[in-house]
């Protein structure tokens, strides 16, 4: 199953796949710089298309067309700030990435590439947030989420460096 994840440091708005992740906010505006970037590689359609949706909760995820980008759709995900003790941040998390993975199975999405959910502005620990997000994914095709790539779209080095780990301890406990 590891073998179906990527990652990569590649500007997420250049990619050809099939749909992009990107962690937005509760209003699904153009907030935090992945945010920002996706809306300006898409066009004002995808602001228009993100205010004829309702605001999302932590833990909830839209779809949109993918409007001038190379992806045919836009999941917008909301994860959760980083509070430490004060909510049930792995909860919301975790269920983030099940709900973008229900949207990428109800529009056959067969290629997807993630941005690091919750890992910027949101001030999750990097460390826990890339073992939520590897664990989910390789959950989700251990129990049979049909894709063929799944990638993870990493600026930094050091986002690159936990998802790496992370990877490389779902690969060892495999």
């Not at 004002?44 to 839209?62: D, F, I, K, Q, T």
Request: aromatic share 8%; proline share 7%; with cysteine.
């Amino acid at each position: 199953m590891p073998h179906r994840i990527e990652l990569q440091r590649v500007d997420i708005t250049t990619l050809a796949v099939d749909a992009i992740v990107v962690a937005s906010n509760p209003s699904l505006v153009p907030g935090g710089t992945v945010s920002a970037a996706v809306h300006r590689a898409a066009g004002p359609e995808l602001l228009e298309a993100c205010g004829r949706l309702p605001n999302l909760h932590p833990g909830e995820a839209a779809i949109t067309p993918g409007f001038a980008l190379p992806a045919k759709y836009v999941i917008h995900a909301v994860g959760p700030s980083w509070w430490p003790g004060k909510t049930p941040e792995a909860d919301r998390l975790q269920r983030v990435y099940r709900r973008v993975f229900a949207l990428i199975t109800e529009h056959g999405v067969r290629t997807v590439a993630f941005s690091a959910i919750s890992c910027g502005f949101y001030a999750y620990p990097l460390a826990e947030a890339a073992a939520i997000a590897i664990g989910e994914t390789v959950a989700a095709l251990r129990a049979g989420l049909d894709v063929d790539r799944v990638i993870f779209s990493l600026f930094t080095d050091d986002v690159y460096a936990a998802f790496e780990e992370a990877l490389k301890a779902q690969v060892a406990n495999a």
